[in-house]
T-cell receptor
């Protein structure tokens, strides 16, 4: 079974530019999450999709961030315009279980390799 | 909002020594998960604890979930150089979002 994949692995852009990150979840996983780790701090939740719907987007830092998951498969996270403080590693994760028992095996989130974003 | 505190931030040990990292949540958790991130890698799921007072073992790793479901620990017996990495706890309350601790970066001197 292929894991979660993310593209690109690295991105270096200048302040004010736009960047789009992509995540392909594990096939069949309805739940897709975006997280961010900034400057070696904790990994912070950004948002959660169930299929194509945004279930929880309370972690999105501001309106410069736009996440989409058209068709309920892959997801994109666009940052426009990028600021210096957006630098960090953006992780995507997916899980299978939807509406099931909390703590069940299908509830496990599998992380992708991350995209390291550097804004200069 | 919910916070998960994790200590220590860094731990250096000699190979063969034991290692423990602790997590404490500001709120009661429905479950807690542990991840390991190797240098340059991504978080890899280790285990999930759901029940109050639960203890699980994976070879040299022992995971505990507190009776109040607000704290957890990961203990590694007789560390090896392959244990190097950052260990994160991540708690879940309602919904599916994980709240991560800041991680404990473990280095093992051979």
């Amino acid at each position: 079974e292929a894991g979660v994949t993310q593209f690109p692995s690295h991105s270096v852009i200048e302040k004010g530019q736009t960047v789009t990150l992509r995540c392909d979840p594990i096939s069949g996983h309805d739940n897709l999450y975006w997280y961010r780790r900034v400057m070696g701090k904790e990994i912070k939740f950004l948002l959660h999709f169930v299929k194509e719907s945004k279930q929880d987007e309370s972690g999105m830092p501001n309106n410069r961030f736009l996440a989409e998951r058209t068709g309920g498969t892959y997801s994109t996270l666009k940052v426009q315009p990028a600021e210096l403080e957006d630098s960090g590693v953006y992780f995507c994760a997916s899980s299978h279980l939807t509406g099931g028992v909390n703590g069940a095996a299908g509830d496990t989130q599998y992380f992708g390799p991350g995209t390291r974003l550097t804004v200069l | 909002g919910q916070q998960v505190m994790q200590i220590p931030q860094y731990q250096h040990v000699q190979e063969g020594e034991d290692f423990t990292t602790y997590c404490n949540s500001s709120t009661t958790l429905s479950n807690i998960q542990w991840y390991k991130q190797r240098p340059g890698g991504h978080p890899v799921f280790l285990i999930q604890l759901v029940k109050s007072g639960e203890v699980k073992k994976q070879k040299r790793l022992t995971f505990q979930f507190g009776e109040a479901k607000k704290n957890s620990s990961l203990h590694i017996t007789a560390t090896q150089t392959t244990d190097v990495g950052t260990y994160f706890c991540a708690g879940k309350t309602s919904g599916s979002r994980l709240t991560f601790g800041e991680g404990t970066q473990l280095t093992v001197n051979p």
